[in-house]
């Protein structure tokens, strides 16, 4: 079964907004440094259900060099969309060792799903084009903190 993961599943599944919902981004979540390679990434932690259905809906813009990681559980089958996200993005599907599994670009505002290609904890989302522009592909390894050895 596969997840899918933005703000009107809920509201869909629920029949109605739900409380913790927002129309404002969220900046203040927990940080971390990831590597690939010689690139560095200021990484904002979505860990909680809430942190996760609102990842970065609602952001103008996102500094090159930060991205949003998605920390699950489990590993599983998961999808995002891009409903309420108003900047295009490339999804990263990550295992448990920091390899990149597969990696999606995503358009803005839009429900389609974009899926990892078998079960993984990791979702990094960075702006459309940086991992292309960086000669970043599947395969390719991010170091850091959540990532075991």
């Known amino acids: 079964m596969k ?3 933005a703000a009107t599943l809920s509201l869909l599944l629920l029949g109605g907004p739900i ?3 927002q129309e404002t981004p969220q900046t203040q979540l927990q940080r971390t440094a990831l590597s690939i390679g010689i690139h560095q990434i200021d990484t904002q932690l979505a860990m909680t ?3 996760r259905e ?3 809906m609602y952001r103008k813009e996102m500094p090159q060099h930060e991205g949003m990681l998605f920390v699950f559980e489990s590993a599983s089958s998961v999808c995002f969309w891009m409903k309420n996200t108003l900047i295009p993005l490339t999804a990263a599907f990550i295992a ?3 390899t990149i599994v597969n990696l999606e670009n995503m358009k803005p505002l839009t ?3 974009h899926c990892a290609t ?3 904890r990791y979702v990094l989302e960075m702006n459309q084009g940086w991992f292309s522009k960086k000669g970043i592909k599947p395969g390719s390894k991010i170091s850091g ?3 075991s050895s």
Do not use: C, H, N
Request: hydrophobic share 40%; no cysteine.
């Open 96 to 98: 448990d060792d920091g």
């Open 3 to 5: 997840t899918i993961f």
């Open 111 to 113: 429900a389609d799903s």
């Open 145 to 147: 903190r959540p990532f």
């Open 49 to 51: 259900p809430e942190q």
């Open 54 to 56: 609102i990842g970065l």
């Open 19 to 21: 409380a913790s919902a």
């Open 118 to 120: 078998k079960p993984v």
